[in-house]
């Protein structure tokens, strides 16, 4: 009984200590930042939940069954996953040139990379629709057509795989790779056990970043996709069809299940970094 009381005692003790990290400042400042993202984010979300499921979970499976709203979330997720993929190795291969090279017109590529954050999306739409719509001086007719939702996605989401990887890359001691290869070891060895492991996690943060924006987007989606039913049309377009037509339960319903892609995305993405980092 006295070990007992004593290994109950040393546990409160640590909790207590736990607590009294915080002093009265810093619990002030925790409590309205708690506030502020609950204001934000997490009461919000919830409502968006409980409207989903006010109708039913009968209503909730029907709406994301229906033929055009999963046409539209199918088309969404796949593009959303395959400019994740293409930003991946472009953006890496981006962030590594202006890292590591120099060449003129580098100061204007690092302003042109940053042009889809400024720019609003419907202005992305626009820009997109002028190159590759009916009237494209290239010849490239991409509009409305299914690989539109693919290409506004790639636009809007190409700098963040280049930002979140070009501050580690700019951290990466070059002298550790040729002391690395001065043992012997390939530059493909030292590429795989050095350094692709070092990028893995801002690889991995900006992947997730790629694919959350590009399931998410909406603006550029409405001008370049033409919304055509079973065709080109995106899921966040859907959600807007279903409140248009006040149906605020199956609007809510797609926005729960695109949320939980993304939550589900973040997680894996984050295990992969994790172990690929701990097996390096």
């Known amino acids: 009984m006295t070990v007992a009381a004593n290994a109950t005692r040393q546990t409160a003790r640590r909790r207590r200590g736990l607590l009294s990290t915080l002093d009265l400042p810093a619990g002030i400042t925790l409590g309205v930042t708690v506030l502020w993202f609950s204001l934000l984010v997490l009461i919000p979300l919830a409502l968006v939940i409980v409207a989903s499921l006010e109708d039913g979970w009968a209503t909730f499976w029907s709406a994301l069954t229906n033929t055009q709203t999963a046409n539209a979330i199918q088309l969404t997720l796949l593009s959303a996953l395959a400019a994740t993929v293409v930003n991946v190795v472009v953006g890496t291969l981006i962030a590594w040139v202006l890292v590591r090279d120099s060449f003129p017109g580098k100061r204007l590529l690092e302003l042109v990379i940053d042009l889809p954050f400024a720019l609003p999306s419907l202005v992305a739409g626009l820009v997109l629709l002028s190159l590759y719509g009916p009237a494209s001086p290239l010849g490239l007719q991409i509009a409305f057509t299914p690989y539109s939702v693919f290409l506004a996605i790639l636009f809007v ?13 700019m951290e990466l001691d070059v002298e550790v790779e040729q002391a690395a290869e001065s ?33 998410g987007e909406f603006g550029a989606l409405v001008l370049l996709t033409g919304n055509r039913p079973n065709v080109s049309e995106g899921a966040s ?11 605020t339960a199956a609007a809510a319903a797609v926005a729960v299940f695109l949320l939980l892609v993304a939550l589900i995305a973040i997680v894996v993405l984050d295990l992969i970094s994790r172990r690929v980092a701990r097996n390096a």
């Open 183 to 215: 043992l012997g070891p390939s530059r493909f060895t030292v590429l795989r056990r050095i350094i692709l492991p070092t990028l893995t996690p801002a690889i991995a943060a900006g992947a997730t970043l790629s694919f959350a924006r590009g399931v």
């Open 237 to 247: 377009v859907r959600i807007l069809t279903y409140i248009e037509v006040d149906n």
């Open 157 to 169: 989401t190409l700098p963040f795989v280049v930002r979140t990887v070009q501050p580690v890359l």
